[in-house]
């Protein structure tokens, strides 16, 4: 059974960098073709997603967050990262890990729904 | 960007009843080249991550059951539970996957009446 769980520092100050991991089991990220993501949800509101990145390290992210946001991907630790830079009070979210679901048809691979979620980790942006 | 509209922003309905939900794009997800709606659904219950139901549109998720129904196609789809059950109580959301950034509708709420 497919497991993602996020782990990080769950206060960070104003201006420096969040740092968060998300650990898989239950599949190597190297051997599923598969991609996988971060989505954030601020306290009360709605869901957002950050990016996404494949096994081979390449990814795409979200323009209003493209210039402060790098994922990167550790195969050997089956794992894939965040890093946000120049943090204010407005990326205190629950943060999600998310593996995109897969459908292969006769005309290729589609993906982007995501299928499988970790529980989420808890980050204040606070002084 | 396309942006997703969600209706009603909450919604409570009797047990037994069915409920709708709806959801709007600001353009179409229908890719033409695969006839497929780039389309999902998720329920998300106090406390927990957002749960799969459905994605292209029309198409449960392993073990959900048979009383959520996805329909709709290019821009305006739905969201049908046929006879509410008291753990359906969730926000509902959607979320297009045709294009980049992965917007997702901004939430439903559906209670018991």
């Known amino acids: 059974q497919l497991q993602l769980q996020e782990s990080g520092p769950g206060l960070v100050k104003p201006s420096e960098t969040l740092s968060l991991t998300c650990t898989v089991s239950?599949?190597?990220?190297?051997?599923?073709?598969?991609?996988w993501g971060w989505i954030r949800q601020p306290p009360g509101k709605g869901l957002e997603w950050i990016g996404s990145?494949?096994?081979?390290?390449?990814?795409f992210f979200n323009p209003s967050l493209k210039s402060r946001i790098t994922i990167s991907v550790d195969t050997s630790k089956n794992q894939f990262s965040l890093m946000v830079t120049s943090v204010t009070a407005a990326d205190t979210a629950l943060y999600y890990c998310?593996?995109?679901?897969?459908?292969?048809?006769?005309?290729?691979?589609?993906?982007?729904?995501?299928?499988?979620w970790g529980l989420g980790t808890q980050v204040i942006i606070s002084s | 960007d396309i942006v997703m509209a969600q209706s009603p922003d909450s919604l409570a309905v009797s047990l037994g009843e069915r409920a709708t939900i709806n959801c709007k794009s600001s353009?179409?997800?229908?890719?033409?080249?695969?006839?497929?709606?780039?389309l999902a659904w998720y329920q998300q219950k106090p406390g927990q991550p957002p749960k799969l139901l459905i994605y292209?549109?029309?198409t449960r998720d392993s073990g959900v059951p048979d009383r959520f129904s996805g329909s709709g196609s290019g821009t305006d789809f739905t969201l049908t539970i046929s006879s509410l059950q008291a753990e359906d109580v969730a926000v509902y959301y959607c979320?297009?996957?045709?294009?980049?950034?992965?917007?997702f509708g901004q939430g439903t709420k559906l209670e018991i009446k």
């Open positions: 979320q297009q996957y045709y294009s980049t950034p992965y917007n």
């Open positions: 353009q179409t997800v229908l890719y033409s080249s695969n006839n497929k709606n780039f």
């Open positions: 292209w549109a029309s």
């Open positions: 239950g599949a190597a990220i190297d051997n599923s073709y598969y991609y």
């Open positions: 990145i494949y096994y081979d390290g390449s990814s």
């Open positions: 998310a593996r995109l679901g897969r459908t292969d048809t006769l005309l290729g691979y589609y993906f982007g729904y995501f299928d499988y």
